[in-house]
Nanobody, 126 residues
Framework: QLQLVESGGGLVQPGGSLRLSCATS????????VAWFRQAPGKEREGVSC????????NYADSVKGRFTISRDNAESTFYLQMNSLKPEGPGVYYC???????????????????WGRGTQVTVSS
């Protein structure tokens, strides 16, 4: 059974850091591009970052460039989102996802990603 399970969310102060993890099982992660999305209450799910199946390329939403880093460990079937210099914002849920793609789409949209975790909540607040 294909599964993605996020962890690492929580409450953090502005300027702080969090590292999200997505543990996968039931499929060969090497064949999939993977991505992180964020959804605030009442808003659409937005792409944050994507990394190609080989890990050789990644892209980011403009709002997180220079602060977030996506990475993957195919041997461990896990990928990550390191979030630094977090800005104050209301609660949001971060979702990890996987799509049977080689590379990432230029614009990180929901469409190509078929498999999703259940999300982990992140709140940046003092």
């Amino acid at each position: 059974q294909l599964q993605l399970v996020e962890s690492g969310g929580g409450l953090v102060q502005p300027g702080g850091s969090l590292r999200l993890s997505c543990a996968t099982s039931g499929f060969t992660l090497d064949d999939y591009a993977v991505a992180w999305f964020r959804q605030a209450p009442g808003k659409e799910r937005e792409g944050v970052s994507c990394i190609s199946s080989s890990g050789s390329s990644a892209n980011y939403a403009d709002s997180v460039k220079g602060r977030f880093t996506i990475s993957r460990d195919n041997a461990e079937s896990t990928f990550y989102l390191q979030m630094n210099s977090l800005k104050p914002e209301g609660p949001g849920v971060y979702y990890c996802s996987a799509g049977e793609l080689g590379g990432c789409p230029r614009s990180i949209g929901i469409q190509p990603f078929d498999y999703w975790g259940r999300g982990t909540q992140v709140t940046v607040s003092s």
